[in-house]
């Protein structure tokens, strides 16, 4: 009985070690596997961050430009300088964004592409500021900045939308959840977002 009790408990611990190691053959290559695709979610959110930052950056000189013109409606220019600094003081860990965090993110943008747009009408009343050549040079950059603003969220959303598939997918889930992955949230598509961004050429 003895003899039988030891080959028992001898032939548990081989099939638990037996199992073990088959749990660790699957879940090491699927863990890395989410690792990576998490990784490259975080990228694509720091591509996006970059190309809102080159966006901001244009903004002060653009204020001296229109400041130069002394009769140019402030209150315009204030609205441009107040979004930038709003836009500009949030930050989103993509390690642990949320559909909040997000939401205020493309809020605050919102914000500055609006203002921008509204002082871009503006200057339309003032022939001269329209056909600065620093002023034009902006225009030419901001159109380039928002075409790649639109790309980097597609390829963002690409990315979130790969790596929640596979956190959702049996058995990854059970993995996702043991290991405490959390689904990425989506740039939703502002209003008329599908469109060039308007520019006033002279």
Do not use: H
Not at 135 to 160: K, M
């Amino acid at each position: 009985m003895k003899n039988k009790g030891c080959l028992s408990a001898g032939t548990l611990g081989i099939a638990l070690l037996v199992i073990l190691g088959l749990v660790l053959l699957w879940g090491v290559p699927k863990y890395n596997s989410l690792v990576a695709k998490e990784q490259t979610v975080n990228t694509k959110w720091s591509n996006v961050e970059t190309v809102y930052q080159k966006r901001a950056n244009l903004i002060p000189n653009l204020e001296r430009t229109v400041k130069s013109y002394s009769q140019f409606e402030q209150e315009t220019l204030t609205g441009v300088i107040e979004a930038r600094s709003k836009a500009t003081s949030i930050n989103v860990d993509p390690t642990n964004m949320t559909e909040q965090d997000m939401a205020r993110f493309q809020a605050a943008q919102g914000q500055l592409t609006g203002a921008l747009s509204r002082l871009m009408a503006v200057v339309e009343q003032y022939p001269n500021l329209k056909a600065d050549q620093q002023y034009t040079n902006f225009q030419r950059e901001y159109t380039a900045i928002e075409n790649s603003i639109r790309a980097e969220t597609v390829v963002f959303n690409g990315a979130a939308q790969d790596f929640n598939t596979s956190i959702k997918t049996f058995p990854n889930n059970i993995l996702a959840n043991f290991t405490n992955f959390k689904e990425k949230p989506y740039f939703k598509a502002a209003a008329g977002a599908e469109q060039a961004p308007e520019v006033f050429t002279n």
